[in-house]
């Protein structure tokens, strides 16, 4: 399992409502559903996707998440999640704001941009960095709006979202090393528990 | 292995149809008591049936056809047939509603002109036929006629009611009036309820119908006329609205099937779209009956899920006690995708397991009837997960 993942479910509690942005196959939706008896809908846009979805007996709407959350009402959700589609959004801030309105607390992961692989790639080849995590070239890539650790907490400051709280994976040795000490820096991705 | 057979008849058959299969009909003495008001002593249901039904009865599922449907949806009546049932693009062996895996029930609804009791049929009371004098009948009377079929074939809980159009609304109603006897509940290209627009357009057809002076005011049959020409203007603007622009024009843009436009020929033109359009209203008004066409047309518009339900949709989807798989087609202007997502915003409110799926198709409304590899997909996924739930258990 995605360590990711396995996060999330911690900080869900048992017998919530759950909304998951881009759900994927819906394994998220399914476990939560198994093991925390959690009612959940996904949705997803790729095709292969949702139908692994229904094939699993998971709930999954095909909707374009670029088109907002207005057919969801306020506070309908006991936590929205979305994980790692922030930076696919062309609004991703507005979409944060949708999250926190439709749901009472958010989930939120993304690749942190300010790791020091990627300051490294862009530093010394002076090129986009292409790695394992984020193998796209910059102009075929589905992630249009990367962001550091950093510069998410400052969108959480401005807009007076709290932050609950803060979890920083790290897949090598090294980062997982030093990625308590400084996370923007060894951190690959993060979870954000966020609250109005 | 091979993909079709041989059949003793020397007809060859794709592996995937259902094979020849032969209505059969059922009549119930108990009487039917109808939303109107009025009450159906006695009544019959033609239905077709495929697949076989296991051991504890849970791999049933009931077909609800549209407006112009009947109970032939898959396979064919003999080998010569041309066509094979409505829906054959989706019920056979291997497709979504798989007949080796599910025990599939197709009816003719009451009110009906392929065999069920509707007005062409004998009034019991009068020894002539019902014509205008069929009870007005509304989803909720198909829905309550479709569970004493149920009763009578045994089926206590259906794995999944499954309609298109006016079949979804069928499919809904199930969910509401009985909750307990439906595992799924597929509703494709449907809505909670007809727009002005959809409704403005059943009244033209019916004026259409009701205008042509072989219509005697719905008794044509006792006096031996058919208004079919008012049927066929009825049918093609019925048609027109289940096609898009774009389906239209991508199958016959301007192309002309005679005459000529040169400079100095005086000759008339017929474009291909209008002998197409004739062509199906002229096969349609030879074969379905004006007053039924007025009756499902108005169990169309009538029909609205929530009414009684102070006009809340999610205090009405809050009965429900099965999982829904909504689909709807881009295109599609008379049950726009708009329509079906209005359903998946009040189920998800009213917290009830729903899936929904935007089928691109430039084939607009008639699209749930056509062959399409997303739509194909998707519906197998769905029905492949109901399925995995009424397989027995391996230990």
Same mark, same amino acid.
């Not at chain 2, 149920?150 to 009985?178: K, N, P």
């Not at chain 2, 439906?182 to 449907?190: G, K, N, Q, T």
């Given at each position: 399992m995605r360590v990711d993942l396995d996060i999330i479910q911690e900080w869900i509690a048992p017998e919530t409502r759950v909304l998951d942005l881009g759900c994927g196959d819906g394994f998220l939706l399914e476990q939560l559903g198994r093991h925390k008896q959690v009612s959940g809908y996904g949705l997803e846009i790729d095709h292969q996707q949702i139908e692994r979805c229904l094939q699993r007996g998971v709930n999954v709407v095909e909707q374009n998440l670029d088109r907002g959350l207005g057919n969801f009402a306020d506070d309908s959700f006991d936590t929205v999640v979305m994980t790692q589609a922030l930076q696919t959004?062309?609004?991703?801030?507005?979409?944060v704001g949708e999250m926190l309105r439709v749901g009472r607390e958010c989930i939120i992961t993304f690749p942190n941009f300010g790791q020091w692989k990627a300051r490294w790639h862009l530093a010394f080849s002076g090129r986009m960095p292409v790695s394992d995590l984020l193998p796209y070239e910059w102009y075929d890539t589905p992630n249009i709006h990367f962001c550091t650790f950093r510069d998410f907490e400052v969108?959480? $400051?401005?807009?007076?979202?709290?932050?609950?709280?803060?979890?920083?994976?790290?897949?090598? $040795?090294?980062?997982?090393?030093?990625?308590?000490?400084?996370?923007?820096?060894?951190?690959?991705?993060?979870?954000y528990h966020l609250t109005r | 292995m091979p993909s079709e057979t041989v059949n003793p008849s020397g007809q060859i058959q794709p592996a995937d149809s259902v094979g020849i299969v032969t209505p059969q009909s059922a009549r119930f003495d108990r009487p039917l008591e109808l939303a109107c008001g009025r009450t159906l002593r006695e009544y019959t249901l033609v239905y077709e049936t495929y697949g076989e039904l296991n051991a504890d009865k849970s791999n049933a599922v009931l077909i609800c056809h549209a407006l112009s449907g009947h109970h032939h949806a898959a396979g064919r009546h003999s080998p010569g047939d041309k066509r094979p049932g409505w829906w054959d693009n989706y019920i056979g062996p291997g497709k979504p509603i798989d007949t080796d895996k599910f025990f599939v029930v197709s009816l003719n609804n009451l009110g009906g002109c392929h065999g069920s009791t509707g007005p062409s049929s004998i009034n019991p009371d009068t020894g002539k036929p019902w014509g205008r004098d069929f009870p007005i009948l509304r989803v909720r009377d198909w829905v309550h006629s479709q569970a %004493? #079929? =149920?009763?009578? /074939? &045994?089926? @206590?809980?259906? =794995?999944?009611?499954? &309609?298109?159009? #006016?079949?979804?609304?069928? +499919?809904? %109603?199930? !969910?509401? @009036?009985?909750?307990?006897? #439906?595992?799924?509940?597929?509703?494709? !290209?449907?809505?909670?309820? /007809?727009?002005?627009?959809?409704? +403005?357009?059943? @009244?033209? !057809? %019916?004026q259409a119908i009701t205008s042509d002076p072989d219509f005697c005011d719905g008794h044509y049959l006792e006096r031996e006329k058919l208004p079919r020409s008012g049927l066929a203007v009825a049918r093609m603007i019925g048609h027109i609205t289940y096609l898009s622009d774009d389906g239209l024009g991508r199958k016959f843009g301007r192309e002309l099937r005679s005459g000529t436009f040169e400079q100095g020929v005086e000759e008339e033109v017929e474009f291909q779209v209008q002998s197409y359009l004739r062509y199906q209203g002229d096969t349609f008004s030879g074969s379905f009956d004006p007053n039924t066409y007025i009756l499902m047309t108005r169990a169309l518009d009538y029909f609205d899920l929530a009414r009684e339900y102070d006009h809340d949709p999610v205090a009405a989807f809050s009965h429900a006690r099965c999982r829904f798989l909504l689909l709807s087609f881009t295109s599609d202007w008379r049950f726009a995708p708009q329509r079906s997502r209005e359903i998946v915003d009040a189920l998800i409110r009213a917290n009830q397991p729903v899936s929904y799926a935007e089928i691109e198709s430039p084939m607009g409304h008639d699209a749930f009837l056509l062959p399409s590899e997303r739509y194909r997909r998707v519906f197998f996924a769905y029905m492949n997960g109901v399925a995995a739930e009424t397989a027995p258990e391996v230990n």
């Open positions: 959004l062309r609004q991703p801030h507005l979409v969108l959480c $400051r401005q807009n007076r979202w709290t932050i609950l709280h803060r979890q920083v994976v790290s897949g090598s $040795r090294i980062s997982a090393t030093f990625k308590d000490f400084l996370p923007n820096l060894f951190g690959e991705t993060a979870i | %004493r #079929l =149920a009763d009578l /074939l &045994g089926i @206590e809980q259906w =794995a999944a009611v499954i &309609g298109g159009s #006016l079949g979804g609304m069928q +499919a809904m %109603r199930w !969910a509401l @009036e009985y909750p307990d006897r #439906l595992r799924h509940c597929v509703v494709i !290209a449907s809505a909670l309820k /007809l727009s002005a627009q959809n409704i +403005a357009f059943n @009244e033209t !057809a %019916r």
